[in-house]
């Protein structure tokens, strides 16, 4: 039965190393392709035109797919540039913005990446209205921007800023996707730990205790993120004299 095991995880592997070559190979394909369109629609419609705007947008996707980020910067930027002459309120517009965010976002400049992603629900928000379909996944992106932003903040001690960041980008992202549980509940201890050190142990107990809730969900008893947050709350507790 173990070798049997063994056996079918070493075959997944394979199976899943072999689909990501194939996405690597069609990602490089599309690109070469969409370069060569691009370099034929400015040839004979010239630099402004929405054909070239949409290879763009295209070249960006594919670089993206192989984690060019640099190129894929490039790419959606000249697409938005375009768009902005053109269709300012295009839906092609606010798609381009999103994976410009995602670019962002896939580099680590998560304070490049909030304000397009707001420029993303914003056009999307002019685009659709309040109810829009696309709304809520133009929220969350920001709402992740955010998180990033505020964790990175929190690490270089700008612990001003990283609130404000974090407590917008929780409003936002509340309720975590599945499997984005983790991520929350640590956003929320980070919170809770900020106005620990403030000497503001209600607010401080209201977080660790959403972060405890989000917990309950992935951690196990010796996770050391739950043991983390139980130590928060029980100091809370003996600072307000709650045994």
């Known amino acids: 039965m173990r070798r049997c095991g063994v056996r079918q995880s070493v075959l997944c592997q394979s199976i899943q190393r072999a689909a990501r070559r194939y996405r690597a190979q069609a990602a490089a394909f599309a690109l070469s392709y969409h370069r060569r369109a691009l370099a034929i629609r400015e040839e004979a419609l010239g630099r402004d035109h929405l054909l070239v705007a949409r290879s763009q947008f295209r070249i960006g996707r594919a670089a993206l797919a192989l984690h060019d980020n640099s190129d894929a910067e490039t790419a959606f930027k000249g697409a938005i540039a375009i768009f902005d002459k053109l269709a300012p309120r295009d839906q ?41 379909t696309l709304l809520g996944v133009s929220r969350r992106t920001l709402g992740a921007a955010l998180l990033s932003l505020g964790r990175s903040q929190t690490d270089q001690q700008n612990f001003v800023e990283a609130e404000k960041s974090l407590r917008e980008g929780v409003q936002l992202f509340d309720p975590p996707l599945s499997g984005w549980e983790r991520v929350f509940a640590i956003s929320l201890a980070i919170l809770g730990k900020i106005y620990e050190v403030r000497g503001l142990d209600a607010d401080a107990e209201a977080y660790d205790l959403r972060a405890l809730g989000y917990c309950s969900k992935f951690a196990s008893p010796t996770d050391p993120l739950l043991l983390q947050i139980l130590g928060a709350l029980a100091g809370h507790y003996d600072k307000m004299d709650r045994p």
């Open 92 to 132: 092609e517009r606010a798609a381009a913005l999103l994976q410009l965010q995602t670019t962002y976002a896939a580099s680590e400049r998560f304070a490049e990446a909030v304000p397009v992603a707001r420029q993303a629900l914003e056009a999307y928000t002019t685009l659709q209205g309040p109810n829009g």
